[in-house]
């Protein structure tokens, strides 16, 4: 095919000349060197960052984690003084009066309650700390 037969500028079509050639600026020259000095830190960097990130969770979770124990023992705390309650009031409650047993099962009731909230407190903690190592889905 000639070039007369190609549509569009004929001027447009022809080869560019050494001088235009000279205008661009060639590529910088980069060695495997200095590529492979680039990627080691990038590497480094990486692994700076991974570490940071690691230290941080470690930490968020060591709190939670102790904050955790903490509530744990306090239940605790409150369900031995409920089953001390319960003793003593059932002690109370084989005496043929009714008041020690309405202040047995009043005493009981409120420390099972405790139990019950700084059970739950301790749980939300728990799954907080959990939640820090699971992966991320999304």
């Given at each position: 095919m000639l070039d007369d037969d190609l549509p569009g500028d004929p001027e447009r079509r022809q080869d560019p000349s050494d001088e235009e050639i000279e205008q661009f600026d060639p590529p910088p020259e980069r060695s495997l060197a200095d590529d492979v000095n680039a990627l080691i830190d990038d590497g480094k960097t990486y692994v700076e960052a991974e570490l940071a990130y690691q230290k941080t969770r470690l930490s968020f979770a060591a709190g939670n984690g102790k904050s955790g124990i903490g509530l744990?023992?306090?239940?605790?705390?409150?369900?031995?003084?409920?089953?001390?309650?319960?003793?003593?009031?059932?002690?109370?409650?084989?005496?043929?009066?009714?008041g020690p047993v309405w202040a047995m099962l009043a005493v009981v009731g409120t420390l099972l309650g405790g139990t019950v909230i700084f059970g739950l407190m301790a749980k939300s903690r728990f799954s907080k700390a959990a939640q820090a190592f699971k992966e991320d889905d999304a």
């Open positions: 744990v023992l306090a239940a605790l705390g409150f369900l031995h003084l409920a089953l001390i309650g319960l003793v003593v009031g059932g002690i109370f409650a084989l005496a043929p009066v009714i």
